[in-house]
């Protein structure tokens, strides 16, 4: 499946975005979707995924209760409502998808990557 990532912007520190991951080219609702964002000089971090099968959720202890994600198989979408937001959630940030259709943290787990679409936080 491909995917490609979109939403990001600059916005000031308290505001939202939502950022949309389409899929593409394969059983979309087969697949487990994950979020990761990589800052300048870091390492890609993963944010939250959602399974296939359940639409079980995961979040990182620094985006819980901000960020929330979900998804729409009819559409083949998957999003990440980011309410918030703060000057370190400044990163490029890239959805991927995992074909078992389970959701993990770790970007090694997946098959598949959009090309990322840049979030910059500042006032």
């Known amino acids: 499946v491909q995917l490609q990532a979109s939403g990001g912007g600059l916005v000031q520190p308290g505001s939202s975005l939502r950022l949309s991951c389409v899929g593409s080219?394969?059983?979309?609702?087969?697949?487990?979707i994950g979020w990761f964002r990589q800052a300048p000089g870091a390492e890609r971090e993963g944010l939250s995924c959602i399974t296939a099968s359940d639409g079980k959720t995961y979040y990182r202890d620094s985006v819980k209760g901000r960020f929330t994600i979900s998804r729409d198989n009819a559409k083949n979408t998957v999003y990440l409502q980011m309410n918030s937001l703060k000057p370190d959630d400044t990163a490029v940030y890239y959805c991927?998808?995992?074909?078992?259709?389970?959701?993990?943290?770790?970007?090694?787990?997946?098959?598949?990557w959009g090309q990322g679409t840049l979030v910059t936080v500042s006032s």
């Open positions: 991927a998808a995992d074909r078992s259709g389970y959701c993990s943290p770790y970007p090694r787990e997946y098959d598949s």
């Open positions: 080219g394969g059983t979309f609702d087969y697949y487990g």
